[in-house]
């Protein structure tokens, strides 16, 4: 058995959690250290499960609760150097355990497999999770797609797949001109149209659930990100997560 559950999913806070019977592991920790342990609590998953951290860059939607998480819980968390030195003192690991981008690593009985993408921070990478023959991936922040993304996402049962913004939306809306490049551009964020137009042509036959993940409050809602993928539920179940509290637990 294997659970996942978006335990915050947003610009005001993401993290991500993948666990079996007995051990877990969450992909970033961007809200404070309590609410991920009441969240995770709220669901039935045990905190005490959790044998590891994984930051996918620097980011403070992405790190700022990983430092007291990881000192109150006595768990590992694993950033890249660069993420390291690049993020706020304040923010930083008290015992990072660093490892490099397309390190693969082993925590309980997971098989973590990093890789880069595309996005304006120092070294940002994703993770995807194995245990036995199924896979999870945690795809937000990735700017647009790239073999690194394409090739990991073929071979997922799961995904966290961003969704970040709808195109009229953002261009229309009140976001700053440099704001709005900013995020359509290759190092942003991907737009309900590059989310489906990556799932149509890469997902995997094993792709039995995407999680559209990282949806943006202001440039985006929630019925236009799901109606978008409308056409790909033959395929696969698209779920909603969300940036107000833990979603729901899947099983695969």
């Not at 999913?9 to 009441?38: F, P, R, T, W």
């Not at 440099?178 to 149509?200: E, M, P, T």
């Not at 042509?201 to 993940?213: R, Y």
């Amino acid at each position: 058995m294997l659970e996942i559950c978006a335990i915050a999913s947003g610009s005001n806070g993401n993290c991500y959690y993948i666990g079996n019977e007995k051990d877990a592991v969450l992909i970033d920790a961007g809200i404070s250290a309590k609410q991920i342990v009441q969240r995770l609590k709220d669901r039935s998953l045990n905190p005490m499960k959790i044998k590891a951290v994984f930051i996918t860059h620097e980011h403070s939607d992405h790190l700022s609760g990983a430092r007291v998480f990881g000192k109150v819980m006595r768990v590992p968390v694993y950033i890249t150097p660069r993420t390291y030195y690049n993020a706020y003192k304040n923010q930083r690991p008290d015992v990072p355990k660093f490892f490099n981008p397309g390190d693969k690593i082993e925590v309980g009985e997971f098989t973590v497999y990093s890789f880069l993408k595309k996005h304006d921070a120092s070294e940002p990478c994703s993770f995807r999770v194995q245990y036995k023959e199924k896979n999870i991936g945690v795809f937000t922040d990735i700017g647009e797609q790239s073999e690194n993304v394409t090739q990991h996402l073929r071979v997922c049962d799961g995904l966290f797949l961003e969704s970040n913004y709808d195109e009229k939306m953002l261009w229309e809306g009140s976001y700053p001109w440099f704001l709005k490049q900013r995020v359509a551009s290759g190092v942003g964020h991907l737009s309900n149209k590059q989310a489906f137009d990556l799932l149509h042509n890469h997902a995997g036959e094993n792709l039995k659930c995407v999680f559209l993940s990282h949806i943006s409050k202001e440039n985006n809602t929630l019925e236009i990100a799901y109606e978008s993928m409308q056409p790909l539920t033959t395929r696969f179940e698209v779920k909603l997560t969300s940036r107000y509290g833990a979603g729901e637990v899947y099983i695969l």
